[in-house]
Nanobody
Framework: QVQLVESGGGLVQAGGSLRLSCAASRRTFSTYAMGWFRQAPGKEREFVSSISGSSGTTYFADSVKGRFTISRDNAKNMVSLQMNNLKPEDTAVYYC????????????????????WGKGTPVTVAS
């Protein structure tokens, strides 16, 4: 069982930045993939970014490449998403995800390849 708690969401103007963080409860944090997904009102949940446990290999959705960065601190059981140059279309609830049985690459390919979800943190980007 893994509990994930997100923080850092809020309201920001277009062009601004936010940093989301996710704290994981499981002690073997460094062994599994972590990721971020988002869901805008009326839309399906979509992949944003993922990072592997060991090598730190990262993956990003095309819509956020060059603007978002994902990182993890295995000593603190935390993963972060730095979001720069935010756009109104980035407005969504952002969910932290853990993939114990899935690689970061698999999480990027299918939102079903997630074992645990956080409750989400809302991000609103005003134009």
């Amino acid at each position: 069982q893994v509990q994930l708690v997100e923080s850092g969401g809020g309201l920001v103007q277009a062009g601004g930045s936010l940093r989301l963080s996710c704290a994981a409860s499981r002690r073997t944090f460094s062994t599994y993939a972590m990721g971020w997904f988002r869901q805008a009102p009326g839309k399906e949940r979509e992949f944003v970014s993922s990072i592997s446990g060991s090598s730190g290999t990262t993956y990003f959705a095309d819509s956020v490449k060059g603007r978002f960065t994902i990182s993890r601190d295995n000593a603190k059981n935390m993963v972060s998403l730095q979001m720069n140059n935010l756009k109104p279309e980035d407005t969504a609830v952002y969910y932290c995800a853990a993939g114990l049985a899935y690689s970061a690459w698999q999480m990027a390919r299918n939102r079903g390849n997630v074992d645990y979800w956080g409750k989400g943190t809302p991000v609103t980007v005003a134009s």
